[in-house]
């Protein structure tokens, strides 16, 4: 690894060993970083994708929230990646001012994103309560277990600032991940375009399609005390799901990836975001068959491990926080206007999940009416910043932050505030992506509020 040095001569004296110690121990602690994980595994028999696939029945591998915290700035910056498929609206926010607190800083300087593996729990505090006055009681999520998952995440955080360790210098590299990511738009022989690769693609002739747009590089952040690693952050565009849906809760091959990064290197934390993959899936190098979890997990174990050895180091100096306001369209199609969704919620008639997705968009709805715009927050550490966007937003969204800062890396992750659902680009919505998901609460004209927010955010 390749490290930024200033030299200057400096004419010896007796003392000289002593001021040398004195100097590195003030750098030394300068800056530091607090390191945290927590389990949240839910109870055998929750929800899982909010009820859209089978409940919990089994245990594959448990689930985590991992995170740290970046002391010495102007405010402590929390940037953590939790095991779940997305967290919305007043269970994100509250999930932010909880870790804000154990941090001691505001919620605007928490960066907390779920991976979105799909057997595992969707949170939506308002959503749930719509579903309880319809008769349908930890339909989404339950209530008691989110509460205690926040609680037990807060308090692995109060826990480890007591453990901080000092920080000198953060870390960039990157590295092509191979035959893994595609975009989930496949164009036919006869030139008709649909999106129909997923996950685990069955289709020969829909996996030999081309692979799309993806952004196909890894990129790594890392803290270190000199020449002493502390904790890594791994970013990759790419849904994270190998097979899900019977029942078997798991964090599937991110997870496993980086409990391999871990085994590796054992005392450095280790942390996981998926970037903007609301469009890109496996499905081109995956047809679903079990075995091929642990095929996508060392594709990108071997990607983490050369961003890693390519990474260039430098000095921490005045990282700052920026944040711009979005505020998205809402969706007015045939069945997501205020009057269908209520209408789909009371009909007991309806199948449940329908009646759950009803629920969750009534509640962005609400969120919409109240004012309350998406936070978008980037870090700025110099010569690396990282962005964090809301909910399934297309990769495109990706491309374009890296496009507004050509001369820095950009970390670009997805699945913040995840009310939206999909948030896809002006050309997939041209193309009716919008019109054809009921996960998707968004109508035309996001990507002109996305493009302004990344701009402000990352300060172009």
Same mark, same amino acid.
């Given at each position: 690894?390749?490290?930024?040095?200033?030299?200057?001569?400096?004419?010896?004296?007796?003392?000289?060993?002593?001021?040398?110690?004195?100097?590195?121990?003030?750098?030394?602690?300068?800056?530091?970083?607090?390191?945290?994980?927590?389990?949240?595994?839910?109870?055998?028999?929750?929800?899982?994708?909010?009820?859209?696939?089978?409940?919990?029945?089994?245990?594959?591998?448990?689930?985590?929230?991992?995170?740290?915290?970046?002391?010495?700035?102007?405010?402590?910056?929390?940037?953590?990646?939790?095991?779940?498929?997305?967290?919305?609206?007043?269970?994100?926010?509250?999930?932010?001012?909880?870790?804000?607190?154990?941090?001691?800083?505001?919620?605007?300087?928490?960066?907390?994103?779920?991976?979105?593996?799909?057997?595992?729990?969707?949170?939506?505090?308002?959503?749930?309560?719509?579903?309880?006055?319809?008769?349908?009681?930890?339909?989404?999520?339950?209530?008691?277990?989110?509460?205690?998952?926040?609680?037990?995440?807060?308090?692995?955080?109060?826990?480890?600032?007591?453990?901080?360790?000092?920080?000198?210098?953060?870390?960039?590299?990157?590295?092509?991940?191979?035959?893994?990511?595609?975009?989930?738009?496949?164009?036919? *022989?006869?030139? *008709?375009?649909?999106?129909?690769?997923?996950?685990?693609?069955?289709?020969?002739?829909?996996?030999?399609?081309?692979?799309?747009?993806?952004?196909?590089?890894?990129?790594?952040?890392?803290?270190?005390?000199?020449?002493?690693?502390?904790?890594?952050?791994?970013?990759?565009?790419?849904?994270?799901?190998?097979?899900?849906?019977?029942?078997?809760?798991?964090?599937?091959?991110?997870?496993?990836?980086?409990?391999?990064?871990?085994?590796?290197?054992?005392?450095?934390?280790?942390?996981?975001?998926?970037?903007?993959?609301?469009?890109?899936?496996?499905?081109?190098?995956?047809?679903?068959?079990?075995?091929?979890?642990?095929?996508?997990?060392?594709?990108?174990?071997?990607?983490?491990?050369?961003?890693?050895?390519?990474?260039?180091?430098?000095?921490?100096?005045?990282?700052?926080?920026?944040?711009?306001?979005?505020?998205?369209?809402?969706? $007015?199609?045939?069945?997501?206007?205020?009057?269908?969704?209520?209408?789909?919620?009371?009909?007991?008639?309806?199948?449940?999940?329908?009646?759950?997705?009803?629920?969750?968009?009534?509640?962005?709805?609400?969120?919409?009416?109240?004012?309350?715009?998406?936070?978008?927050?980037?870090?700025?550490?110099?010569?690396?910043?990282?962005?964090?966007?809301?909910?399934?937003?297309?990769?495109?969204?990706?491309?374009?932050?890296?496009?507004?800062?050509? $001369?820095?890396?950009?970390?670009?992750?997805?699945?913040?505030?995840?009310?939206?659902?999909?948030?896809?680009?002006?050309? *997939?919505?041209?193309?009716?992506?919008?019109?054809?998901?009921?996960?998707?609460?968004?109508?035309?004209?996001?990507?002109?509020?996305?493009?302004?927010?990344?701009?402000?955010?990352?300060?172009?």
């Amino acid at each position: 690894m390749r490290s930024c040095r200033v030299v200057q001569i400096i004419r010896w004296t007796p003392l000289f060993p002593l001021l040398i110690a004195f100097f590195a121990g003030v750098a030394g602690a300068e800056f530091s970083v607090a390191t945290f994980s927590a389990e949240v595994t839910p109870p055998m028999g929750h929800a899982c994708m909010a009820g859209g696939i089978a409940p919990a029945q089994r245990l594959i591998d448990p689930l985590w929230c991992h995170g740290l915290v970046l002391l010495g700035g102007e405010k402590p910056v929390v940037l953590a990646a939790i095991d779940w498929c997305e967290i919305r609206n007043d269970a994100y926010d509250q999930w932010r001012d909880a870790l804000a607190e154990a941090a001691g800083t505001v919620r605007t300087h928490v960066f907390f994103a779920c991976v979105h593996q799909h057997d595992t729990p969707v949170a939506d505090l308002t959503a749930q309560r719509l579903l309880d006055e319809a008769g349908l009681p930890n339909a989404l999520c339950d209530v008691p277990f989110h509460e205690a998952a926040v609680k037990r995440v807060a308090a692995a955080v109060r826990v480890a600032l007591d453990h901080a360790q000092p920080v000198t210098h953060y870390g960039v590299g990157e590295a092509e991940v191979q035959e893994l990511a595609s975009n989930r738009r496949v164009e036919r *022989a006869d030139g *008709a375009v649909g999106y129909p690769r997923m996950s685990a693609t069955p289709d020969p002739e829909v996996r030999a399609a081309p692979a799309g747009e993806i952004d196909p590089k890894l990129k790594a952040l890392s803290f270190w005390n000199v020449d002493t690693p502390v904790a890594a952050i791994y970013v990759y565009a790419v849904h994270p799901m190998s097979f899900y849906g019977k029942g078997g809760v798991s964090a599937d091959f991110p997870g496993l990836a980086r409990q391999l990064r871990l085994a590796a290197a054992p005392n450095v934390h280790q942390i996981y975001f998926s970037g903007c993959s609301g469009d890109v899936v496996a499905g081109k190098w995956n047809d679903g068959a079990p075995e091929n979890r642990l095929v996508l997990a060392k594709k990108i174990f071997d990607a983490m491990m050369l961003a890693w050895e390519r990474s260039e180091k430098y000095p921490i100096e005045a990282p700052s926080v920026r944040v711009a306001h979005l505020v998205l369209p809402v969706k $007015e199609t045939k069945d997501f206007t205020e009057a269908e969704m209520k209408a789909i919620l009371a009909d007991p008639r309806q199948k449940t999940f329908q009646r759950i997705l009803a629920a969750m968009g009534l509640s962005w709805r609400k969120r919409v009416a109240s004012g309350q715009p998406i936070d978008v927050p980037a870090l700025d550490l110099g010569a690396a910043k990282f962005l964090l966007m809301p909910a399934e937003s297309f990769v495109g969204y990706q491309l374009m932050a890296q496009q507004l800062l050509p $001369e820095k890396m950009v970390l670009v992750a997805g699945y913040g505030e995840c009310a939206p659902g999909y948030i896809p680009t002006a050309a *997939a919505t041209a193309e009716h992506f919008n019109d054809d998901q009921d996960w998707c609460w968004v109508g035309p004209g996001a990507e002109e509020a996305m493009r302004t927010a990344m701009t402000e955010a990352l300060g172009r």
